[in-house]
């Protein structure tokens, strides 16, 4: 009962990592209801057209957040690349943390 812990927020990654996996679930599973009750797929031009003018504002956010992506994934290869050999630990170096 003396020991407090101490509770870590969640990185940006982490948080980023759930925000791609949560909408991506919703839109697959979205797509498969639409398909279950209609027998086939979004029809895209229909959908557009019935949002209207506010189709351009949710394509720009579908937009924005693709590249959001884009530059999560290339900083992690450019990361990935710029570290050198000698400064990641193999495994036969790490000690079990107490």
Do not use: C
Request: charged share 10%; proline share 4%.
């Amino acid at each position: 009962m003396g020991e407090t812990e101490k509770q870590e927020d969640w990185s940006i990654s982490t948080i980023s990592w759930y925000a791609i996996f949560v909408w991506f679930g919703a839109s697959l599973f979205s797509q498969v209801v639409y398909m279950a009750f209609n027998g086939m797929p979004y029809d895209t031009s229909l959908m557009l057209a019935a949002i209207g003018p506010v189709a351009w504002f949710i394509i720009g956010i579908e937009i924005l957040a693709w590249i959001f992506i884009a530059i999560f994934f290339s900083g992690k290869v450019v990361n990935r690349l710029n570290v050198k050999p000698h400064e990641t630990s193999s495994s036969d170096t790490i000690s079990p943390q107490a």
